[in-house]
T-cell receptor, first 116, second 112 residues
Framework: DAGVIQSPRHEVTEMGQEVTLRCKPISGHDYLFWYRQTMMRGLELLIYFNNNVPIDDSGMPEDRFSAKMPNASFSTLKIQPSEPRDSAVYFC??????????????FGPGTRLTVL | DAKTTQPTSMDCAEGRAANLPCNHSTISGNEYVYWYRQIHSQGPQYIIHGLKNNETNEMASLIITEDRKSSTLILPHATLRDTAVYYCIVRVDRGSQGNLIFGKGTKLSVKP
């Protein structure tokens, strides 16, 4: 298995532009998680899905952020409009069976976003 | 609120055992202790987890004190590739409360 796949790996954009980050979870995993990592705040959970349905989006910073999972093999995290403070590394992770103690989360390589 | 306390950084000589401590004095009876690590520029990687018994796998050993207020992750023979930030996390095994909450972690530097 190729693991969790994220694209792009690096994204540089200007303030006000729309940014779309993509994630392909491990086949068969029914939970998908989006995290953001910054030096100031560390690694934070933004939102997670179970069977393509958003379960908890309390970590989404504001309305500029939205996430979708149209099918079991694809998810997007969109920022519109983007701001410099959104600069961070965004990780996608997936797991089988979700939050049980026996279900470790597998993380993708991350997307490094820079908003100028 | 990460609910755990870890040293900011540690050094270890290559080939030696690395012992990474974690305090979780407010841990509840239904909370597990998890360890993840993050190698530079990569996503976090699961290492091991346990409830109250000591655990061992191909990567590491986890020693949990009898009162469960602290634990130690042991890398028996550290290599340069083990240089990473190590996160100790406590989480319940139930629903949305089982989210991983990452703290600052311990930056382990393995030196030749």
């Amino acid at each position: 298995d190729a693991g969790v796949i994220q694209s792009p790996r690096h994204e540089v954009t200007e303030m006000g532009q729309e940014v779309t980050l993509r994630c392909k979870p491990i086949s068969g995993h029914d939970y998908l998680f989006w995290y953001r990592q910054t030096m100031m705040r560390g690694l934070e959970l933004l939102i997670y899905f179970n069977n393509n349905v958003p379960i908890d989006d309390s970590g989404m910073p504001e309305d500029r952020f939205s996430a979708k999972m149209p099918n079991a093999s694809f998810s997007t995290l969109k920022i519109q409009p983007s701001e410099p403070r959104d600069s961070a590394v965004y990780f996608c992770a997936s797991s089988l069976g979700g939050l049980s103690s026996y279900n470790e989360q597998f993380f993708g390589p991350g997307t490094r976003l820079t908003v100028l | 609120d990460a609910k755990t306390t870890q040293p900011t950084s540690m050094d270890c000589a290559e080939g030696r055992a690395a012992n990474l401590p974690c305090n979780h004095s407010t841990i509840s009876g239904n909370e597990y202790v998890y360890w993840y690590r993050q190698i530079h520029s990569q996503g976090p990687q699961y290492i091991i987890h346990g409830l109250k018994n000591n655990e061992t796998n191909e990567m590491a050993s986890l020693i949990i004190t009898e009162d469960r207020k602290s634990s130690t992750l042991i890398l028996p023979h550290a290599t340069l590739r083990d240089t990473a930030v190590y996160y100790c996390i406590v989480r319940v095994d139930r629903g949305s409360q089982g989210n991983l909450i990452f703290g600052k972690g311990t930056k382990l530097s393995v030196k030749p």
